[in-house]
Structures are given as C-alpha cells and as structure tokens.
C-alpha cells in the first residue's frame, strides 16, 4: 500500500498515515491537549446502551439444558472438526458455556428458560458448508426427542425454549436466500425464541422477538495477529472476499444482489482502495492499519468481518440494505459503523472522503473501548461482558415470559407435519 499513498490527496494522505495512529494525534494535539487526546482514545458508549453492554446476566435467569444424546451434538464435532472453526459455530461455544455457566439450574421446575443443544450446521459438505438438507431434520428429531422424555415442550409449545441457529438465513436452514424464503422458518419453531447471525427488517427468516447475534470468529486466532496499536493506519479501504459467485450465481447480478461486483467495477484502479480476491497472511494485520473496512452482504447480509472490523478497531461500512445488526440495543452502530444503501455504493469513495475527521476519530475511541470489542467475541474461557453474557441478558429481558405463554386445555399452536416434505424425512 506504500506506493499507492502517493495517489492521496493531502487531506486524505494525512488522515490516512498520522491523525488516526494514537501517539501521533496526541503529539499533533500539542502541549496539554496531547495528555487529553491519549485518555480520549477510547471513549464509553453514552446513555442506556452503555449500561446495557455492561449488565451482568447472573441472578436474573435460570436456564436448564436438555441431556441429549451425543448424536444431536457432540458426536458431529467428533466426526467433523472443521465445526469448531467455522462462522457458525456459536452454537457449539454457547452450549459448552452453558454447562458452566452460572445462569445454569439442574433443576427444570426452577427454570426460566430451555436450551436444546443441537448443532444444526455441524453436519458438513466436502467444501466445509452445511448441509441445508440435513440442518431442518435434525432440529425436528431433535425437538420430537425433547418433547417425547420431558413435559417441559409440550406445556408450552416452545414459547419459553430458546435454540441457537447459525445458519446464512438461521432457521430457515438454506444459504441461498431464495430457497430460505421457499422453505421458511422450521414451523416447530414458531413459538420458541431464536438466537441467530441472520437479522433483516421484514423478512421472512427472522422472526418477531429474535436475538441477534455477531457470527464466530476465533478469538485465539486473533489475539495471535495483533499489533501495535501506534501503527499508522495506512489503508484508506480494506475488503478481501468474492466479488462474484460464478459457481453459485453464473449469470451474475443475484450474489449480493449486485453489491459487490459494483464495488469491485467501480474501484477496481483506485487508489484509495484496497480491495482484492487475494485472502493474504497478512489479513488481521492489514485491516489493524486500515481506516474503514468494507462489510458488504454475500448470500447472506452479514459475515464475519463485522466482527473483525469492530476487534481491529477498523470503522466498518455496512452495505446491506436493512440489516439487524447484533446486539442492537447495546451496540451503537450507527455511531461506530458507516452505513452506505446497496445502490450507493457507486458513490463510495465520495461518501467516505466527505466524513469529518471529527467524526472517524470518534468512531474509532468508541471501537477502541474493550466492552464493544469483548460483546462481538466468543472467547474460551467466557469473559464479563461477552457475545454469550450478551445473549444471556437478551434472554434475560424477556422475562417475566407474557401471559399465554402456558398453553390451557385444547390450546394446539404447532403443526408437526407442516413444512417441505424432505424436512419430513426422519434423520
């Protein structure tokens, strides 16, 4: 990126190499205000949401979870590691955290909610994506296996039971959006609380009362690529990913719904930009020196650079038109991040050398406090204030569950042989 900074403008060219590196912004300050610019650097989130991301979730629940056979869990790990690592696999961290967890009771009577531990996305295609027509299944056997051995589903038709479901459109359990629309939501979990990655405003897959969630990335991993954080940020624009989905979409056009073969044709030469197909070694530490970090839809409107952006202090733009981004109520987004509508994207680079620099240094103390960074993780031991203290207290804030929740005497919500016929199928 070196040669390419010759190409900035002088504005641009210093926002890019020296007001956004700590001690560099602190010393351009001068005299007293440096000292202010140094404590200023990381910035608490103000008002309710602050306070949300902060809560402690211990004492306000009680979850008890179901013993399952291995099969549903366990078992698929042992088969397939490849599960462990992937983007869906918060489904697998959150229930080996549950089983520690303080919220945890043993006893059902006392509980305020029911976890089923079935890992949907485990069961994986040679290529290391789950198979859509497997997930559905096994979230049916699951739930006929919890419902036959416990009375715990059948009084409530799973209105007080929570299932974590990672899937591109969570479960309606396909990653082509099109299909995920045909197939709709499991109809078993019409009444039950969904925890998933996928959230878009009136859509189909993501129903009324969902906690939306960030999608996995290893902590461990990138713990391993840190760097200073004085290191200048160099890269105006960070993205690596596909641009087209030639396999999936050879006609182009529907993959991103256009999105990114646009950012590709219009900033393909620009200098400000960075963008490639190219996946280098150097990945972490190349959005670490980067101002804004593009997190464009896919098949699905969220990714894991979301989450890698925020951890790396890297101030995401967010091209998903309609998006439900994790943990809303504790997360500012609209403060942290840059949200640029689907057919804008064109106009990019003006949108995004327009920004004050007022504004991005504010962006980036507020990316820079720990509490936004920890609720984006799932880390191994859990942490205060994590991605799973964050579901836990989303849970938490349902209660007490409303009146109706206790079916009474000929109350039938679910239909068990409603949905696709190949869901049907037994697993």
Not at 8 to 29: F, K
Not at 169 to 194: D, M, N, S, V
Request: hydrophobic share 40%.
């Amino acid at each position: 990126m070196g040669s390419r900074t010759g190409w900035l403008p002088v504005a641009i060219l210093l926002l890019a190499t020296s007001v956004l590196s700590p001690r560099v912004a602190a010393a351009a300050a001068g005299g007293g205000e440096a000292e202010h610019a140094v404590q200023q650097h990381s910035e608490r989130i103000s008002g309710s949401a602050g306070d949300v991301l902060e809560d402690n979730p211990v004492g306000r629940l009680k979850v008890f979870i179901y013993d399952l056979p291995r099969k549903y869990n366990k078992k698929m790990v042992t088969k397939d590691p490849r599960c462990l690592n992937h983007m869906f696999a918060a489904e697998i961290f959150m229930h080996r955290f549950l089983l520690s967890s303080a919220v945890r009771t043993l006893n059902p009577k006392e509980a305020d909610w029911f976890y089923t531990p079935v890992y949907t996305t485990c069961d994986l295609t040679n290529a290391g994506l789950p198979l859509p027509f497997k997930s559905p299944r096994v979230m049916r056997s699951a739930i006929q296996y919890i419902s036959n051995k416990w009375p715990f589903w059948n009084r409530t038709d799973g209105a007080d039971h929570f299932f974590v479901v990672p899937h591109d459109f969570a479960a309606c359990f396909h990653y082509q959006e099109e299909k995920a629309i045909e197939r709709g939501i499991l109809p078993l979990l019409r009444r039950a609380t969904l925890v998933q990655t996928f959230g878009q405003e009136n859509h189909v897959c993501l129903k009324e009362g969902s906690i939306i969630i960030p999608p996995y990335a290893p902590p461990q991993k990138m713990q391993a690529h840190l760097i200073s954080p004085d290191t200048p940020r160099s890269i105006f624009v960070y993205f690596r990913g596909l641009f087209y989905d030639t396999g999936n979409d050879p006609e182009g056009g529907y993959y991103a719904r256009g999105a990114r073969a646009s950012l590709w044709e219009n900033f393909k030469s620009n200098p400000l930009f960075d963008i490639s197909t190219d996946h280098p070694a150097t990945y972490y530490e190349d959005m670490q020196r980067a101002v804004f970090c593009l997190c464009p839809l896919g098949w699905a409107p969220w990714s894991p650079r979301l989450v890698e952006a925020v951890v790396f202090g890297c101030i995401p733009v967010i091209i998903a038109d309609d998006i439900v981004l994790p943990f809303a109520d504790a997360i500012p987004w609209e403060e942290i991040g840059v949200f640029v509508e689907e057919k804008d994207v064109p106009k990019l680079d003006t949108i995004l050398t327009s920004m004050p620099i007022d504004d991005i240094l504010r962006k980036q103390r507020l990316l820079a406090n720990p509490s936004m960074k920890q609720a984006m993780l799932f880390p191994q031991p859990a942490q205060p204030r994590d991605a799973f203290h964050q579901i836990l207290n989303g849970l938490a804030r349902k209660l007490p569950h409303p009146e109706g929740t206790c079916l009474q005497p000929g109350d039938q919500h679910l239909n068990w042989t409603a949905g696709p016929v190949g869901d049907l199928k037994p697993w």
